[in-house]
C-alpha cells in the first residue's frame, strides 16, 4: 500500500470519529443541552481541524481541491474557533449562557466541512478500485460484474419500495409538557397525528407530554408560504430563525398560521408541540404560491437533522 493510500485510510478513520462527535452534538442541541453541546462541538472541530491541517500539509492535491471546495466554510473557521473557545470556558460556570443560533450556524459549518472532506476522500478511492479491476484475470472480473449488477439489482429495489423511509423530521418525544425527560426519538415522515384519547407511543404516556420536531424543509424554488398548523394542545413553529407560527396554550382543537417567504434550497425547521390533557392531535399543512390549496406536507420535502449523514458515514 503506497503513502497516499495509507494516508487516505487513515483520514476516513479519523473523520469518521469526527463524525461521531459532530452527531452526538447535534443530539445535544436537539434536547437543548446547549453547554454540553458547545463543548462536544469543540473537540469535534478539533479533530476535524486537525485532519484538514494534516491533509494539506501532506497531499499536493488534497490541498488544491481544498482551496476551492472548503474556501467557504474556512472563512468561518478563526471565527467558530473563537466562539467554541469560549462557550468552553462558560460550560464550567453555572450562569453561562450560551448563543444558540450561533451554535447551529457553528454545526452548519462542521457538517459543510465533513461532507466536503469525506468526498475529496472518497474520490480518492474510485481510481484505485477500477486499476486493481483492470489488473484482475477474465473470469475474477466476469465476478465483479455480476456481484456489481446483484447490488445494484438490490439497490434498486430498496429504493422503490423504501427509498424515502428516512426522509421526515427528527423528533423527540418528551414526557411532561416542557420537555422534561426523554422517553424516545424517532424520523417522522409527515405531521398528521390525530392521537385522540391514546398515547402518541406504545408505552408512553397519554396526557402531559411534549414532543419536538427538527430537521430541514426543501423549496424548490423561491416563493412565499403560508403555514398552518391545527393543533389540541399548544403549538410553535420556526423556519430557519423566524417564529412563523405561536399558540402555546391549553385549547380544543385551534388552527394558526404564519406567512414567510422562503428562497430555493433546505431551510431549518423546528416545530414544538405539548399535550395537557384529553384528546390530541396535531397536523402541519402548507400553501405554496404554486399551490391550489393548503396541504400536509410530503414527506418529500422532509429531512431530519442529519440529512447529509448517508455521504458521510
Known amino acids: ?22 452527531e452526538s452534538a447535534v443530539l445535544l442541541y436537539e434536547i437543548d443541552h446547549l453547554a454540553s453541546t458547545g463543548v462536544v462541538a469543540h473537540y469535534a472541530f478539533t ?17 488544491s481541491l481544498f482551496e ?17 473557545d469560549q ?15 450561533r451554535l447551529r450556524e457553528v454545526l452548519d459549518h462542521m457538517e459543510h466541512a465533513l461532507i466536503v472532506v469525506r468526498r475529496a476522500l472518497e474520490k480518492r478511492t474510485g481510481v484505485s478500485f477500477f486499476k486493481r479491476v483492470a489488473s484482475l484475470s477474465r473470469l475474477s472480473k466476469i465476478s465483479v460484474v455480476v456481484s456489481l449488477l446483484i447490488v445494484l439489482a438490490i439497490g434498486l429495489f430498496s429504493w422503490s419500495f423504501l427509498g424515502d423511509r428516512r426522509q421526515g423530521l427528527t423528533g423527540t418525544y418528551f414526557k411532561g409538557e416542557n420537555f422534561d425527560r426523554i422517553g424516545f426519538v424517532r424520523i417522522d415522515p409527515t405531521i398528521d397525528f390525530s392521537w385522540g384519547a391514546k398515547p402518541p407511543l406504545p408505552n408512553f404516556p397519554r396526557d402531559h407530554y411534549s414532543v419536538r420536531w427538527i430537521g430541514y424543509i426543501y423549496m424548490k424554488r423561491a416563493e412565499k408560504v403560508e403555514f398552518t398548523a391545527a393543533s389540541d394542545d399548544g403549538v410553535r ?7 412563523v407560527i405561536d399558540n402555546w396554550k391549553q ?14 434550497g433546505y431551510h431549518m425547521v423546528k416545530l414544538e408541540y405539548f399535550e395537557s390533557s384529553g384528546v390530541s392531535s396535531l ?20 429531512y431530519p437533522i442529519n440529512k447529509f449523514s448517508s455521504e458521510i458515514k
Open 1 to 22: 500500500m503506497d503513502n497516499t493510500a495509507t494516508l487516505r485510510e487513515q483520514a476516513l478513520k479519523k473523520i469518521n470519529h469526527a463524525y461521531k462527535a459532530y
Open 47 to 63: 479533530l476535524l481541524s486537525q485532519l484538514i491541517r494534516s491533509l494539506r500539509e501532506a497531499d499536493s492535491e488534497m490541498k
Open 68 to 84: 476551492t471546495d472548503l474556501k467557504s466554510c474556512l472563512i468561518h473557521w478563526e471565527l467558530d474557533q473563537s466562539f467554541l
Open 87 to 101: 462557550v468552553l470556558v462558560q460550560s464550567q460556570s453555572p450562569d453561562g449562557v450560551v448563543d444558540s443560533l
Open 237 to 243: 413553529l420556526w423556519v430557519d430563525t423566524y417564529n
Open 251 to 264: 385549547q380544543n382543537e385551534a388552527t394558526t398560521s404564519g406567512v414567510i417567504a422562503l428562497g430555493a
Open 283 to 302: 397536523h402541519l399543512f402548507w400553501k405554496r404560491e404554486s399551490d391550489a390549496k393548503r396541504k400536509i406536507i410530503p414527506r418529500k420535502y422532509l
